[in-house]
């Protein structure tokens, strides 16, 4: 979250004042917000399909804000739970053109027919959440179905290795050791992903890192494949916790701003939120929603407050935070 939005200031992070979230950043927000739904269901249930389930999460998202040609799913009421009623949420912060095209033809996509033919950057940078999803397929997976709501191709594919990135850091390892365990993976891991490679951004790290026209050339395109390279090349340039705002501002400040948001996840995932700038993370603008909703989300994972199917809650206002039918 703090990378996308320092991202998106080009390298000139006010001084002062809030730091707006971005269309990217709530788009993230929507995605684990339909994790969590997604579990809350499958406890309740017996089944459930995360994919489909923060589809109408990103439904919502596009509702709230009143984009044109997309209707309430199903006639359901788009207000259910919290996250829709953050008023930042429903601002306009930028475009996200795949996404919206996708909602508002009403067919969520799928790794064996994409929900489009974009290969942009959002279908990487709204599915790295589901790096920290375990208990459905593997995370490398959720992140390509994710990515194929709305995206296809090689979008996909840097979605399935995002999200393997941020689960290989979070059972400890470091960025470049997760870059090369998730390059060596075989590329048929994730069913209707391609065999993209994130060796030129290993490559480069090593022989030029924290190198501008270096970045620049690894993140060409605004799109989800150059967005990985760059945030891998990023963080392996700026691997120690102490070195959170330089990497972000060394993306930022060279035009790389979905970089820096891959940079910014995965440095995140390695060192903490403790490591993140103070005077930067008490003005980001989606701060608290980020931390709740990473709260709520190893609350759910963990400790299921609204009970299961055979299990009294133990917090009987959490289904009305997460509705799960």
């Not at 939005?5 to 809030?18: C, D």
């Not at 089944?47 to 999460?57: I, K, Q």
């Not at 009403?106 to 290969?119: H, N, Q, V």
Request: proline fraction near 6%; include cysteine.
């Amino acid at each position: 979250m703090l990378g996308d939005t320092i991202g998106a200031t080009g390298g000139m992070v006010p001084a002062s004042g809030s730091l707006r979230a971005t269309s990217a950043g709530q788009l993230a927000c929507f995605t684990v917000e339909g994790l969590i739904r997604a579990h809350v269901r499958g406890m309740h249930k017996g089944l459930t399909h995360p994919p489909g389930v923060v589809w109408y999460a990103y439904n919502r998202w596009a509702v709230i804000q009143g984009i044109t040609g997309v209707k309430p799913a199903h006639g359901s009421d788009p207000m259910t739970g919290w996250l829709a009623k953050v008023p930042v949420l429903r601002e306009r912060r930028g475009s996200a053109p795949a996404t919206v095209a996708a909602l508002q033809g009403g067919k969520a996509g799928t790794l064996e027919r994409p929900g489009g033919a974009s290969i942009g950057a959002h279908g990487l940078t709204r599915a790295l959440p589901a790096g920290l999803c375990t208990w459905w397929q593997s995370p490398g997976a959720l992140g390509a179905s994710l990515a194929a709501l709305s995206h296809g191709g090689s979008a996909m594919a840097a979605a399935a290795l995002g999200a393997t990135m941020i689960h290989l850091i979070d059972l400890g390892n470091d960025v470049a050791g997760a870059a090369m365990r998730a390059h060596h993976m075989p590329h048929g891991s994730w069913p209707g992903t391609t065999a993209d490679t994130l060796a030129p951004a290993l490559a480069a790290a090593e022989a030029k890192p924290a190198q501008a026209a270096e970045l620049a050339r690894l993140a060409a395109g605004n799109t989800a494949h150059g967005a990985l390279l760059g945030g891998v090349y990023v963080a392996v340039s700026f691997p120690e916790r102490e070195q959170v705002r330089d990497a972000l501002l060394f993306a930022s400040s060279a035009g790389a701003k979905h970089a820096a948001t891959v940079a910014g996840a995965l440095l995140g995932a390695a060192h903490g939120p403790d490591a993140l700038p103070v005077d930067w993370l008490s003005r980001l603008e989606l701060a608290w929603v980020a931390d709740t909703l990473a709260r709520d989300y190893v609350t759910q994972v963990e400790h299921s407050p609204s009970g299961a199917e055979y299990v009294e809650a133990t917090d009987p206002h959490w289904w009305g935070r997460y509705l799960g039918g």
